[in-house]
Every structure is written in structure tokens, then in C-alpha cells.
């Protein structure tokens, strides 16, 4: 049988571990060792990839939240718009509108102006209220503030609406005869050739072009004035007047092709004709956006802000770790180090394993039911949500703990227990601080969990659109994700940027919270 | 079954025993057994511990000594499944007796394990955990006065004056082993118990604890388990032999090793089975 064998190879001499026949196994290990190297780069290399491409998706759509456009409007803060003894009181809508005029003078009827109110920010009177009363904006005088601008403006100024734009100089000399709210353009042959090539309009009685809505647009700039096509032909070309520039300067004659036709977008030529005119002369300023970091929720997009669901997951995080660390480790040490084995903890230990497990919006209804509903607490307050999170993250918690205090070494406990220590002393004094790295690794991943948690929230009724910033444990509040969840749900664009600052600010609040656990376990990571 | 409680009561009778009755018997357990589970790991072991004399426990592996050593400071408490049954009294009083806390009792025996566990602290609060916990000084200087006689004691004091607070565990083997004897000592127990404590030892390392039981002798008692036969005969004056959970025959060491009583101590020590 052994000689068999050992002669399989055929070559005398040669013994099991060099003949043909093991060259070829030992070849055919390493071939799947191989594969299964490269399988796994492969893996890893596609988790990458994956990751790549959804961090970045995000954080393109992100960017513009994270800055605004803000219009320097002159206003008048004097004794006569503001009483110093009672800033509160003002008229601040009004301040601001007679700012607007001001900037734009040639706006006179009223749907324009109405229209021209519409550029900034709704709630511009209440931010200028707010900063002149606290005193963050000078009093008794003329001054220039920055106010946001709506959103559609801000998005056309940041290039996100409208962004196709064609910019031709006019060559020659094209004269322009204006007569009440309309001009006549001649001498501008480029004019009606930009028309044709793009097909727009509709053919005329008189056999030139008639442009609607429906068509691209076309804005012939002058130094003074922009006008917009109505109709084209070879002889002439008529246009209305869009906007009349103030300090008028020289500047040669330019068509702009605005591509997207008026009824496609959410921005009409009126207000691409003097945001252009307002940004040309400075009066537009990009800025980091502190009311998107620093302010509560808003149905109004320029103004909503992340801050609130920020202290929101803040206190219902604070709630969650204070009850779910020390019950979590209390009861891992209870049932790693004192707890006789017998029936009953191990039924614990299965029903704790289970838990785990359960769906977190079960959670959610059991908050509902046992919180709200039996001990009365608040509706969509943190210390209610940081409850139920905690509910959520003790099963966690707890069987990391207790893997952690398992594989403390046994000599550790023998070598404390064989001086004397007693068992509460051995546990506390050598067990727990060497089991403190994997019990904070259990923990940030619970937290984690507990940060990123929706649905139990939902149910105790977290989603409640707040717009204060919470003031404490019982304020009502919202947190990140629910945040991001209504935000998402909203149908205005620039909430769609809203929704992916809001995700990047809650993967900040992640890393943040992961480099604190990273800090403090080497405080506590010794060798042994 | 029988032939051997017989032979274990005319161990008690031997006359080495009464050679020496004028020591007084710092430990004395009787008929003690042990059961892991349902296995029976020691069966009925009479043996007497005599003061500031050190104590070889020897027999080939599994037969018990380690058990019995842990039955001296109570630490099978700590294991599930282990079981005691049988007396032992230290001083006159049994250590099963509710008069007898377990603490008080590990502060009073202590152990050394046969793998040096220091914990992972620096070299000082290695020494000064156990006087820390049974309130042994209320001072800062005491407690620096007893750990600097702890070490010299386990004479480690040289090695590490200046580096008390570099951690235990970065100590070499046999300095880790002697700094687990310094912690043990520091508690100012009266009896040692070491298992095996030079099994993780080399030879040089190993001499140094070996010169350090003996001199610690003269203040406390000391029983220790061990696999070399050269060992027991060196540091001990009294040998027990084990085997197969019964404890074959206890002797003075100086006879265990030139005319044991029993055929198996005989084989064992000659090294024919082990
Ligand atoms: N924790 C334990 N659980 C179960 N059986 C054990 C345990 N410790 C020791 N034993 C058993 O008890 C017997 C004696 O072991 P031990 O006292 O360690 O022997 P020795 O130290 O003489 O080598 C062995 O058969 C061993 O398998
Ligand atoms: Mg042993």
C-alpha cells in the first residue's frame, strides 16, 4: 500500500512531494490561491468604485447648498424708517422694497415691481428685522445689507436654471429706435440668422418670424438697454423693452440666446435681464451660506437651514447614550461576570440576541404607546426619541460589551481575584478597562445606527415640521435624517441640493463621532 | 478504590511526619475532594502544609496539583463547575467557614500563576494595587515604602528602581514573574502558592526565582507545584507526590528523593513514566 504510493510518481527516487503528479497539485494551489487573491481585490476594488461614485453624486449636488447669492441692497435705517427706541417696530418689508426701487429704478408698473420683490427672499424683511435689532447691522443711517435671494434667483446666479446661454456680438452698426415700451431693431442681419438656425417661431403674416414663449429667447444688450425679440424679418426686427439700466455704460450691442424657452423654466426673462444687470454691476455677492448651516427649517428654500435637526440629533444622541452606555455595559457586566448559567439567563441572553433584530419601527410604535401615550411625555421631543434609540441601540451595545469582556484574557481576572480583589474590584478595576475598546467600538456602532434611525422617529412624531431651534430636552425638534426625508419630499430644486448638504452634514456629524470614539479608545487601548 | 485511602492513611502515619512534628501546620486539609462536573479530579487528599517550610507538589500532568493548590485559596470558586468537598483549615479554621471571608482568605494565601500576568500597569501600581485595595497604608509614603520592599523582597528593586512607572508587561519574562512574587508579597500574605511559576521561565531567569523561594522561606509558607524534579529537590524541604488525583505519598524531601516510600514515586522520580 505505502510502496504504491510512493511509486505513484513513476520515477524511482523521486519521493511524494517532488514527482509530476504533486508539481501539478502544488501548480493547481497556487492557481486558486491566486484566484482567490484576485477575487477579493476584485471585491474590495468594486466596493470602492461603488462608494466613489455615491460620495460624489452627493457631494456635487451638494456644493451649491453650501453657499448663497445675496443682493447688497442700499436701505435706509434713519430715524424715519427705524424708531431707535423701538427697532422692532419698523416696517422692514417696506425698507426693503424701497431699497429694491432704489437699486432699479426703471421698474415702475405694478406687476413689475411685484415681479421685482419676487428676486429677493421672502422673509428678507424678518432677517433684516432680526439683524438690526440685535444689532448686527448699523442703525440711523443709509447702509448696504446683504439680503439672500429667492431661490430660483439664487440657482440662476449659481448657473443651475437657464444655464444654456448664447452670446453674440452684434457686428456693424444695428440701430436701435425705441418708442414707448417698444424698439425697433434694423441693420442686424445676425438676428434673424441665430432665429432661423434654431428653427424658432412661427412664420408671420408679413412673412417674418413671430417667437413665443414657447421659443428660445432672444435679449438684444445694449450699454443701456435689454430688449426682447417679439418678431423678425429680413427689414426689421421689433422688440419690447425688458429692463432699462441705470447707470447706463458704454458697451457694444450683444444678442444672448437664453436656449431653455421661457415656459420651460422658473425664471423669467424680466429677472435674468436684471439679475445679469444687477451681478454686471456688483450688487450680487456669493457668500457661505450661514442660513443653511446655522438656521432652523423653512418651507422657504433659501432660508431653511440644517441647524435645528443638527442640535435635534445632538440632544436625542445625548439622551440615547446616556441611558443606552451605562445600561448596556451594566447589563453585559451583570450577565458576563455575576450572573449564575442557568435557565433564566439564558433565556435573557436569547430574548436579548432577538431583540436586535427587531425592526426599528417596532420601536417607534412602542414609544408611541408607552411614552406618549402612558407617561404623557412630549410629542417629538429628543428625550422621547433618545428613548426609543436607546431601546434600539442596547441589544448592540450589549452583546459587544459582553464579546469584549469575553475575550478579556482569564489571568487577568485570576491575577486580580489571587490578591484578594473581590469580584466587583477585579471587574471594575482590570476586566472593564481592558474590554472599554470593544465596548466603545459596539457603542459608536449603535450610536451610528441610532444617528442615522428614521422610522421609529416618525412614529413619535419627530417629523413635525419645527422651525425653532431646540432649546432643550422637551423642545419639539426634528433630526438629520427626518430632515433629509422631508426635504427630499419637497418639490422646489433647490431643496433637491438642500437634501444632499443635509446628508453630507449628517456623514460629518458620523466622522466626527467616529474620530471622539477613536480618541478615546486610545486613551484606554493597553497592551497586555 | 479502597487499597488507595488506605494507602493515603499510612502517608499520615509515616514516620517522616512526626520527625518533624515540632513545625507547626500552617494548612491541613482533609479528605478534600474535587469534582469537575461529574469528573472526580482529586480523590479524598489528606496532606499537612508546615509553616516557613516550602511545600513541592510533583506527579505527572493532569493528576491534580494545580486543583488541589487553587482548593488552598479557594480559587475553583471562580469555576463553574468545579466542586469542594472535605476540610481545610488554615490555622485551625476552616477556609469554607462563613467566619472566613474569601477575600480576606486570598489576601492571607496568596498565588503566583504559572504564567506570569502582571497587569497591564505601570510596574508600580502593579505592587501597589493589593495594599491599595485591603487598605494596607493611608499614606503615600507607606505605599511607596511597601512596594519598594515588595520588590526588594522578589529582588527586582535593582532592575526597575528607575522605571516604576513604564508598564509591568513590558518587563522580561522571569522579571514579570518576579514582579507577580512582589505583587503577592505586597499584600503581606502567609502562604505563597506558586503553580509551575519557572514553566515560562529559561534557566537563568529560573535560577533567580528559585534563590528568591528560599530566602522567602524564612517569612512565609510556600507551596508550590512543579514538574522538575530538580526544582523540588532544590527549593523544598517537604515533597507530596500526586498521581491520578490521589495524593500517592508525602514525605520529607531529602527522603522523597533518596528513598520514597512508594513503588509509583519511585518510578516517577527515576523518570520512568511522567
Ligand atoms: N477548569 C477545568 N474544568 C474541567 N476539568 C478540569 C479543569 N481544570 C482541570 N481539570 C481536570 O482536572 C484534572 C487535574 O487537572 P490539573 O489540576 O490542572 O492537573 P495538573 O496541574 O496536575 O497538571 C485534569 O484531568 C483536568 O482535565
Ligand atoms: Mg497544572
Redesign the pocket.
Known amino acids: 500500500m505505502t510502496d504504491t504510493v510512493l511509486n505513484s510518481g513513476g520515477i524511482p527516487g523521486r519521493s511524494v512531494h517532488t514527482n509530476d503528479g504533486a508539481r501539478g497539485r502544488l501548480a493547481r494551489r497556487y492557481t486558486a490561491e491566486r484566484r482567490f487573491k484576485w477575487l477579493g481585490a476584485g471585491a474590495v476594488a468594486v466596493a470602492i468604485l461603488l462608494l466613489g461614485v455615491l460620495l460624489s453624486t452627493i457631494v456635487v449636488q451638494a456644493v451649491p447648498a453650501f453657499r448663497a447669492n445675496y443682493l447688497l441692497l442700499p436701505v435706509d435705517l434713519s430715524e424715519k424708517n427705524v424708531d431707535s427706541a423701538r427697532p422692532e417696530n419698523a416696517d422692514y418689508d417696506a425698507i426693503v422694497r424701497d431699497g429694491l426701487y432704489r437699486l432699479l429704478p426703471g421698474v415702475t408698473s405694478r406687476s413689475e415691481k411685484r415681479a421685482l420683490r419676487g428676486i429677493v427672499s421672502s422673509a428678507s424683511g424678518f432677517l433684516l428685522q432680526r439683524d438690526v435689532v440685535a444689532g448686527s447691522t448699523l442703525r440711523g443711517g443709509a447702509t448696504t445689507v446683504g439680503i439672500p435671494l429667492d431661490d430660483f434667483a439664487d440657482l440662476y446666479m449659481k448657473g443651475l436654471l437657464a444655464e444654456k446661454q448664447t452670446v453674440i456680438e452684434l457686428a456693424g452698426a444695428p440701430s436701435i429706435a425705441v418708442d414707448g415700451g417698444m424698439a425697433l431693431i434694423t441693420n442686424a442681419p445676425q438676428i434673424l440668422d441665430a432665429i432661423t438656425a434654431r428653427g424658432a417661431g412661427r412664420a408671420g403674416d408679413d412673412g417674418g418670424i413671430r417667437l413665443s414663449v414657447k421659443d428660445p429667447s432672444f435679449l438684444v444688450e445694449t450699454g443701456r438697454l435689454v430688449l426682447k425679440i417679439k418678431t423678425a424679418s429680413a427689414a426689421r426686427t421689433d422688440a419690447t423693452i425688458l429692463h432699462t439700466v441705470p447707470m447706463a455704460g458704454s458697451k457694444a450691442t450683444q444678442l444672448r440666446i437664453v436656449e431653455t424657452p421661457e415656459s420651460q423654466r422658473k425664471i423669467s426673462d424680466q429677472e435674468v435681464a436684471w439679475l445679469n444687470d444687477l451681478q454686471n454691476r456688483g450688487a450680487i455677492e456669493s457668500r457661505w451660506s450661514e442660513l443653511f448651516l446655522f438656521s432652523g427649517a423653512s418651507r422657504e428654500p433659501e432660508i431653511a437651514g440644517i441647524w435645528g435637526a443638527v442640535v435635534g440629533s445632538l440632544l436625542t444622541l445625548i439622551v440615547t447614550l446616556a441611558l443606552a452606555f451605562p445600561v448596556g455595559v451594566g447589563a453585559a457586566v451583570y450577565l458576563e461576570e455575576f450572573a449564575p448559567k442557568n435557565r433564566w439567563t439564558q433565556l435573557i441572553e436569547v430574548n436579548i440576541n432577538n431583540l436586535a433584530a427587531v425592526p426599528s419601527i417596532v420601536f417607534g410604535l412602542l414609544g408611541l404607546a408607552v411614552f406618549l401615550n402612558w407617561f404623557n411625555l412630549p410629542r417629538s421631543a429628543p428625550v422621547v426619541g433618545g428613548f426609543v434609540l436607546a431601546l434600539m441601540t442596547l441589544p448592540t451595545i450589549i452583546i459587544a460589551a459582553r464579546a469584549s469582556l469575553r475575550a478579556v484574557p482569564l489571568s487577568v481576572r485570576e491575577a486580580a481575584l489571587g490578591i484578594g480583589a473581590s469580584r466587583a474590584q477585579t471587574v471594575l478595576h482590570h476586566v472593564l478597562p481592558l474590554a472599554m475598546p470593544g465596548i466603545m467600538t459596539g457603542t459608536i456602532i449603535g450610536m451610528a445606527q441610532a444617528l442615522g434611525e428614521t422610522a421609529p422617529l416618525l412614529m413619535i412624531g419627530m417629523v413635525a415640521f419645527i422651525v425653532d431651534i431646540p432649546g432643550g430636552f422637551t423642545d419639539p425638534a426634528t433630526v438629520l435624517p427626518v430632515q433629509i426625508f422631508m426635504w427630499a419630499d419637497f418639490p422646489e430644486p433647490a431643496f433637491r441640493h438642500k437634501t444632499a448638504g443635509a446628508i453630507l452634514v449628517l456623514l460629518a456629524f458620523l466622522v466626527l463621532m467616529n474620530a471622539l470614539a477613536v480618541i478615546l479608545r486610545r486613551r484606554f487601548e493597553r497592551r497586555w | 478504590m479502597l487499597d488507595m485511602s488506605i494507602a493515603n492513611l499510612d502517608v499520615a502515619a509515616t514516620p517522616a511526619d512526626t520527625e518533624t512534628s515540632a513545625q507547626t501546620v500552617k494548612i491541613s486539609s482533609r479528605e478534600v475532594d474535587v469534582f ?2 461529574d ?1 472526580q ?1 482529586l480523590f479524598s487528599i489528606n496532606l499537612d502544609v508546615r509553616e516557613n517550610m516550602v511545600t513541592a507538589l510533583i ?1 505527572p ?7 488541589f493548590l487553587r482548593c488552598l485559596n479557594r480559587m475553583n470558586d471562580t ?1 463553574d ?2 466542586r469542594v468537598s472535605g476540610e481545610i483549615r488554615l490555622d485551625g479554621v476552616d477556609i469554607h467557614d462563613p467566619q472566613i471571608d474569601v477575600v480576606e482568605l486570598r489576601a492571607r494565601v496568596g498565588m503566583v500563576f504559572q504564567k506570569p500576568n502582571p497587569f497591564p500597569k505601570s510596574i508600580y501600581d502593579n505592587v501597589a494595587y493589593g495594599a491599595r485595595i485591603h487598605g494596607l497604608a493611608r499614606t503615600k509614603p507607606e505605599l511607596d515604602e511597601i512596594v519598594e520592599t515588595s520588590l526588594q523582597k522578589a529582588g527586582l528593586l535593582g532592575e526597575v528602581r528607575d522605571r516604576l512607572d513604564e508598564p509591568g508587561t513590558g518587563l522580561s519574562g522571569g522579571q514579570q514573574q518576579r514582579l507577580c512574587i512582589a505583587r503577592a508579597i505586597a499584600v503581606s500574605p502567609e502562604v505563597i502558592l506558586m503553580d509551575e511559576p519557572c514553566s515560562a521561565l529559561d534557566p537563568i531567569a529560573t535560577a533567580k526565582v528559585e534563590e528568591l523561594i528560599s530566602e522567602l522561606r524564612t517569612n512565609y509558607t510556600i507551596v508550590i ?1 512543579t514538574h522538575s524534579m530538580q526544582q523540588a529537590a532544590r527549593v523544598s524541604q517537604r515533597t507530596a507526590m ?1 498521581h491520578l488525583g490521589i495524593l500517592v505519598e508525602v514525605n520529607d524531601t531529602d527522603r522523597m528523593f533518596t528513598n520514597p516510600d512508594d513503588e509509583r514515586t519511585r518510578d516517577y522520580i527515576t523518570g520512568r513514566y511522567g
Open positions: 469537575y462536573g469528573k479530579a506527579g500532568s493532569g493528576c491534580g496539583k494545580s486543583t469555576i463547575i468545579c507545584v500526586f
